[in-house]
């Protein structure tokens, strides 16, 4: 019988242990750069995972918070938000769309499209209506998020799971027909643009046109999960914009509130409707100070020009990595968009996190062999020119190590 595996010392006793820490406290940061409670430096290229667009202690950020929070931090939806509607209308103008729900973290966004999905389905008679998901997927840690979600870690320890979906592999248009063909009750189709968690894994624009029409046949709604991939992040406001097409339902979070925490359900015509008075809701969600970090956020990716940037600093970040990394046998492959960026490695590597970390680079891993990085959208091309300078020598000595069997 194996050993059972060590448990890690929490380092933080009274914060229950669901993370994998490393033993670093961040004390405070300036664009690209953190510091730690020891003094030491880090260049950012994980962007709390995608959420600090605008890096750390924006210029015209913290002016705008510092103002929202002198005046109001929360109300209530007992009554008028303008904010909301501010930021709503924003949301609607860049995406093509035509109202918005407000929450507060990816998983509350994503429940949100699952619930309008399933009321769209009992809208139409259909008594157990399903959704299409897809496998390696991540749409967050709630009980029908996780259900949603392709991968069995996040589920294991939590069933039952809820019921009413359907999965598919990625990219595989004769998959979801057979299940168009086959059965009657699926409602919707659930994505995300670019799989983040599990691997930076992207559907083609092919795909996702032939989506579309499939749902505009079959009257399903498309509902594409832009919580990681969206807010600029490939160079576009939103990853599906590359493909030429507009969903019907697009869960946001992370970036939209650049560090405050937010979450948004944003809809078309064909979803507007689906929700009535008395059918969701939440005491937080589109509080002024949120819907300020949104407003601020959307008006200083414009003013700043960060949507052209992240395509041209993106392009040449990947190139710096692809040239440095050229000819290593062990890189399966570099896949991405605009500063979405995953390098496959052909084994596990998130020893890189601690290696990278000891010589001053944040980064991440995930689906075990993806080295990704994620950085805010302000990242410079010297910045981005040092992240490869940093990484391309630790990934080169790690992939020259023998394998640990
Ligand atoms: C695509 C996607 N959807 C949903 C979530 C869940 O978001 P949150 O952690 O804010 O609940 C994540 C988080 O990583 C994500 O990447």
């Not at 020009?305 to 000819?327: F, I, K, P, T, W």
């Not at 492959?333 to 001053?360: K, N, S, T």
Request: aromatic share 6%; glycine share 12%; with cysteine.
């Amino acid at each position: 019988m194996n050993a059972p595996e060590p448990v890690p010392q929490n380092p933080m006793p009274h914060v229950m242990n669901t993370y994998g820490r490393l033993p670093i406290a961040l004390s405070h940061g300036k664009g690209c750069w953190l510091w730690d409670t020891q003094g030491r430096r880090y260049l950012d290229a994980l962007g709390g995972i995608a959420v600090n667009t605008l890096g750390h202690g924006h210029p015209k950020l913290v002016p705008a918070l510092q103002d929202q929070v002198a005046r109001l931090i929360h109300c209530s939806n007992y009554y008028e938000v303008p904010l909301q509607e501010q930021l709503a209308a924003r949301l609607c103008e860049i995406s093509g769309l035509s109202a918005a729900f407000f929450c507060n973290s990816g998983l509350e966004a994503n429940e949100g499209a699952i619930k309008i999905a399933r009321k769209y389905g009992h809208d139409r008679g259909i008594e157990r209506p399903e959704i299409i998901v897809y496998e390696k997927a991540f749409h967050g840690r709630s009980i029908a998020t996780l259900s949603a979600t392709g991968n069995p870690k996040v589920q294991k320890g939590f069933e039952p799971l809820v019921e009413g979906f359907v999965r598919v592999p990625l990219n595989d248009l004769a998959a979801v027909q057979e299940v168009a063909r086959t059965n009657p009750n699926v409602v919707a189709v659930f994505l995300e643009v670019i799989q983040g968690e599990g691997g930076i894994n992207q559907t083609r624009a092919d795909y996702l046109q032939g989506l579309r029409r499939l749902c505009d046949e079959r009257g399903w709604l498309m509902m594409l999960d832009e919580v990681q991939c969206g807010l600029g992040r490939t160079g576009r406001w939103f990853a599906h914009q590359w493909a030429g097409i507009v969903p019907d339902v697009m869960p946001l979070a992370k970036g939209l509130g650049s560090g405050v925490p937010i979450g948004a359900i944003v809809v078309g015509p064909k979803a507007k409707d689906v929700l009535g008075p008395g059918n969701h809701g939440t005491t937080f969600g589109g509080n002024p100070l949120a819907m300020r970090a949104g407003v601020e956020t959307l008006r200083i990716v414009v003013e700043d020009g960060l949507l052209d940037h992240v395509a041209r600093v993106g392009q040449a970040l990947r190139s710096a990595l692809e040239s440095g990394l050229a000819g290593e046998s062990g890189v399966v492959e570099f896949r991405g968009q605009g500063l979405m960026i995953g390098i496959e490695l052909d084994r596990p590597c998130g020893v890189l996190l601690q290696r990278a970390a000891d010589a001053g680079l944040m980064i991440s891993v995930t689906a075990d062999r993806v080295v990704r990085l994620l950085p805010p959208l302000i990242i410079s091309a010297e910045e981005a020119a040092q992240v490869a300078a940093i990484l391309v020598p630790l990934v080169k000595a790690f992939l020259a190590e023998p394998r640990t069997p």
